[in-house]
């Protein structure tokens, strides 16, 4: 996690309505809209996932925060805060709002699947085949900070004089008996083990002395 939110892991804080504080990255989104900073001193909004950019914050509704009181909504975004996106990089200081706060205030842990009126485009885009690896908590610990999708992978060759190397892989689908997944090589690796960044690759749970690792293996069986 970023150093300034750290008391929420990346897996607490997806699907979850928050309250962040105003901050210069904020000022900005909102000065774009014309909203004087006077208005309201932070803003509410939802964490997802976006698969190429990373944990991100979409903000719906400016607010006034005031100790010991549910937030007052100053002004809610009728499009539901469309270009209002703060990425992982650009968070601070936040709170989770509690079920209380926000049955108060009438949001709804469900607004993945909200769509506009024609129909053109949903907000929180989750297909099935990520969501099942987003769910799974055994991929936790190899997971990127603020990338979710992302986990570091060993690559080994079947050629064993080839060292084995560390690299990044965004997975993209769970085979169908839940043991392998597919993914996309985000780094070039520094060995020739024939696949290359942007190449797709079968990446598998291994046990090892040191634990349990994800590897890809690669070259001819």
């Not at 085979?175 to 990446?203: I, Q």
Request: one cysteine or more; glycine letters at 8%; charged letters at 30%.
């Amino acid at each position: 996690m970023n150093e300034r939110t750290t008391r929420y892991s990346d897996r607490e804080i997806i699907n979850n309505w928050a309250i962040f504080k105003r901050s210069p990255a904020i000022d900005h989104i909102l000065e774009n809209r014309g909203i004087a900073p006077s208005d309201g001193n932070g803003v509410i909004g939802y964490f997802y996932i976006d698969h190429e950019e990373g944990i991100s914050f979409r903000i719906h509704a400016l607010c006034r925060i005031e100790p010991g009181k549910l937030p007052g909504v100053v002004a809610n975004f009728e499009d539901h805060g469309e270009d209002c996106i703060l990425r992982y990089d650009e968070f601070r200081e936040f709170s989770l709002l509690s079920s209380e706060e926000k049955n108060n205030l009438l949001l709804s842990d469900h607004q993945r699947w909200y769509i506009f009126e024609d129909q053109r485009w949903f907000i929180y885009y989750d297909p099935e085949k990520l969501h099942e690896i987003r769910n799974r908590g055994d991929l936790d610990r190899f997971r990127a900070p603020g990338y979710f999708d992302d986990v570091y992978v060993i690559m080994l060759a079947r050629d064993q004089e080839k060292i084995p190397e560390v690299v990044w892989v965004r997975l993209e689908e769970l085979s169908a008996d839940g043991k392998s997944f597919r993914g996309r090589l985000l780094t070039e690796p520094d060995t020739d083990f024939g696949v290359h960044e942007g190449d797709m690759l079968t990446v598998h749970f291994a046990e090892h002395e040191g634990g349990r690792f994800l590897v890809a293996e690669t070259g001819p069986g």
